[in-house]
């Protein structure tokens, strides 16, 4: 089978930085994807990770240790209008990507 | 940037009926497009992969003639939710793969079954 495990949920304070974890386990594996949802909105491509190590873009970061099969977004001098829903998704074969239960960052004055 | 949309945002039937989605990138030509439910508070859910020109490939526990779909050119798949009920009810979303692999979201369509 396969299975991707994060955070149910984070909360910070704006200027801050945090991190949210993923661990997969799942055959196929091409890649970790990072994507936002804001309520009622379609999820947004944040950063892509084929290869180990760190991938920067603006505030946001993503790293991937594909021999430990863990990865993480980083983000950095939140703002409140980071406060959404974060997903980890697995790519694999075809394009087929397999989204973790999300991580619901709210990020507080 | 590309852009991929869904129509129609919202749709409301009865218990029953079958509704149709529609999933178009305005901008690109997608060989591949995908086709996710979303319940509340909960991850997206792969349901089919949908190429141009042949038969949609359905996940696992996913009932091909309860949701069919048809991708009959490079910028439009359809879904047509058949006899819906209340459990149907949630958010479906679209996406569609450029030829450079990168995949782009519709914006959801959100679907009531009363």
């Known amino acids: 089978g396969q299975s991707l495990e994060q955070p149910s949920e984070v909360t910070a304070v704006e200027g801050a930085i945090v991190q949210i974890n993923c661990t997969y386990q799942?055959?196929?594996?091409?890649?970790l994807s990072w994507y936002q949802q804001h309520d009622g909105g379609a999820p947004t491509f944040l950063s892509y990770?084929?290869?180990?190590g760190l991938e920067e873009t603006g505030r946001f970061s993503s790293f991937l240790s594909r021999s430990d099969s863990y990865g993480y977004l980083l983000l950095q001098e939140l703002q409140m209008k980071d406060s959404a829903s974060y997903f980890c998704?697995?790519?694999?074969?075809?394009?087929?990507?397999?989204f973790g239960q999300g991580t619901e960052l709210s990020v507080k004055p | 940037g590309a852009v991929v949309s869904q129509h129609p945002s919202w749709v409301i039937c009865k218990s029953g009926t079958s509704v149709k989605i529609e999933c178009r990138s305005l901008d690109f030509q997608a060989t591949t497009m995908f086709w996710y439910r979303q319940f509340p508070k909960q991850s997206l859910m792969l349901m089919a992969t949908?190429?141009?020109?042949?038969?949609?490939?359905?996940e696992q526990g996913v009932e091909k003639d309860k949701f069919l779909i048809n991708h009959a050119s490079l910028t439009l798949s359809t879904l047509t939710v058949t006899s819906a009920h209340p459990e149907d009810s949630s958010f479906y979303i679209c996406s569609a793969r450029d030829e450079a692999g990168t995949q782009y979201f519709g914006p959801g369509t959100r679907l009531t079954v009363l």
């Open positions: 949908s190429n141009e020109g042949s038969k949609a490939t359905y």
């Open positions: 998704a697995v790519r694999k074969g075809g394009g087929k990507l397999i």
């Open positions: 799942t055959s196929g594996f091409y890649g």
């Open positions: 990770n084929a290869l180990d």
